[in-house]
């Protein structure tokens, strides 16, 4: 498993299909449009480093958070086959309750 650091986190790719009326897929490379991305939290780094003391700032998500996060800010990357993406925290817009 990856292990993320900072205030990173790691987020399982969404796999999300859509259909038309008449049964076509649509990939979601179709939807370049979309500024915001879905995902469920695998791994959470030890937070950044506070500039005057040099302790970590705990990153306030935990695995199995659904968030929202900016769509080309992540960084896509491949582990034991399956697909993630790492996400620095200040590029997380909400938490999904």
Do not use: H
């Amino acid at each position: 498993m990856i292990k993320p650091f900072d205030a990173r986190v790691v987020v399982k790719k969404p796999t999300r299909q859509e259909r038309t009326e008449s049964g076509i897929i649509i990939p979601d490379s179709i939807d370049e449009q979309k500024q915001t991305e879905q995902g469920e939290v695998v791994a959470v780094g030890p937070g950044s480093r506070n500039p005057t003391t040099g302790e970590p700032m705990d990153v306030p998500l935990k695995v199995g958070d659904k968030i929202i996060y900016t769509k080309f800010s992540a960084v896509e990357v491949k582990n034991d086959g399956e697909d993630f993406y790492l996400v620095n925290e200040r590029d997380i817009l909400g938490v999904i309750e």
